[in-house]
């Protein structure tokens, strides 16, 4: 496979076509996400409110997963730019290997902080005990997830991505046919309720991992793995980790923020915490299609910035800022027009949707000035610049949003909260603007 289309084709045609793949399969994410919590929702609003609080665990895992994988993907995209197709290959082997690890590191930890975890934020033993059991069966898959999504990085970096796209919806249309069979049992399965929640999605998750390895044996990428390339490496595994542990802490803050919001939330009503949870789900079917297009972006500007052709690294930002501009526009006249009934997706309580309305309607006032932050941040990712783009994502969801969530909490009520979100966007959208900038400026 000749890698010099990254750089050859024109850019738009070539971002759609990099991006398209992974905008399907974020859009079946997406709808994978809510199809779940609309099951979970139909077992009773205490499990409902159980998945809220692992929620922000689960969201660790799968950032630790996502942000190695982005150091994995900007090494090999880098150094495939640069002609150095062996040392692309030591990027990938080394970069598996250590993702099983942190898989195995992550299930023993997850499962065994998940009770204390949870007795921070409720006291119901109803939903303790349903928390607890989805929990621990979703983190004994943390090694599947790991291993899933470096394979992902890997075919993502030589610009295969209609097989990560495959492997998604694979994964993902196995665990929505799985959820109303495993929740409330058909034929000979028995009805498991929130464990089957979590065992249709561990399945899920190995359905795509097998779909990897599949792909790997019969057409492999260009990178290869194999013991011939997991050679000490110190210096390659520092960088994988400089670039690996900015991303991870990017993808890990929302955990963090979501804690605190909770804690902040569960003292007017539970009806508060559901919400919020609702809104995570919501909105990730316009971020995780944002996420596709930067995804799609980063490989494409990585092996340029190898290449050295700074010209074209500025036209490709460009280009995914507007495209992640459209789809958030759209996602703000959705919830505009149509904030209760996608609330009531999630729960029968007429309070809770009128309450959820009116905050979806604050929230997606923040929607179309983030587009900045999302694109900025992942193209500091795709040129290997972690620790500017975690800047980024220390101001939206730790230095800003906190203290204004506390702040605006104090004056307003929750719906203080609601609002610290779009008051935190746009002035993350102005800090992410200038550090792009001066981060060109110094590259040349």
């Known amino acids: 496979m000749n890698e010099q289309f990254m750089k050859e084709r024109p850019i738009l045609p070539l971002l759609t076509s990099m991006a398209l793949p ?27 409110t159980a998945l809220s609080l692992v929620y922000p665990i689960q969201n660790f895992v799968n950032a630790a997963a996502i942000g190695f994988g982005v150091g994995m993907n900007a090494l090999i995209a880098f150094h495939l730019g640069a002609g150095e197709k062996d040392r692309a290959s030591t990027a990938a082997t080394h970069g598996l290997t250590l993702s099983a690890v942190h898989g195995l590191v992550l299930m023993v930890g997850c499962i065994a902080v998940l009770p204390a975890f949870l007795g921070l934020f409720t006291r119901d033993p109803a939903v303790l005990d349903l928390g607890v059991r989805y929990g621990t069966i979703v983190f004994l898959f943390s090694v599947v997830i790991m291993l899933g999504l470096a394979f ?19 994964g993902c249309l196995t665990n929505i046919l799985l959820d109303p069979v495993m929740i409330f049992g058909l034929g000979p399965v028995p009805a498991m309720g929130i464990a089957g929640a979590a065992l ?20 492999p990428p260009p990178v290869r793995l194999g013991r011939a390339w997991l050679r000490p490496d110190l210096r390659l595994d520092a960088r994988l ?11 890990a803050l929302p955990s963090l923020l979501v804690s605190v919001l909770n804690s902040l939330l569960a003292a007017f009503s539970q009806s508060y915490v559901v919400i919020l949870g609702i809104y995570y789900k919501l909105q990730t079917f316009l971020y995780l299609p944002a996420s596709g297009i930067v995804q799609g972006m980063r490989p494409i500007i990585g092996y340029n910035y190898g ?19 459209a789809i958030m526009l759209l996602g703000t006249l959705l919830c505009l ?8 997706l999630f729960t029968d309580n007429p309070e809770t949707v009128a309450l959820g309305g009116q905050a979806l309607r604050i929230l997606c006032a923040g929607f179309l000035v983030s587009t900045v932050s999302v694109a900025a941040s992942g193209a500091l990712e795709g040129l290997g610049k972690g620790a500017q783009s975690l800047i980024i994502s220390l101001m939206r969801y730790v230095a800003v949003m906190i203290p204004a969530a506390f702040l605006l909490c104090r004056l307003m009520g929750p719906t203080g909260v609601w609002h610290a979100f779009w008051v935190t966007e746009a002035v993350t959208a102005l800090a992410a603007g200038w550090v792009y900038r001066q981060t060109m400026r110094r590259s040349g």
């Open 337 to 344: 027009a149509g904030a209760e009934p996608l609330i009531a």
């Open 22 to 48: 992974m905008v399907v399969s974020m859009l079946v994410n997406s709808l994978y996400n809510i199809v779940d919590s609309f099951f979970v929702a139909r077992i009773s609003e205490d499990a409902m």
């Open 152 to 170: 992902e990085k890997i075919f993502q970096a030589v610009g295969r991505m209609k097989v990560t796209m495959a492997a998604l919806i694979s």
């Open 200 to 219: 249709a999605t561990g399945i899920g998750q190995v359905v795509s991992l097998a779909v990897y390895l599949v792909v790997y044996a019969v057409a």
């Open 241 to 251: 980790y400089a670039i690996g542990v900015p991303a991870i802490l990017n993808l």
């Open 307 to 325: 290449a050295r052709e700074y010209g074209r690294v500025r036209k490709i930002f460009s280009t995914t800022l507007v495209m992640c501009a």
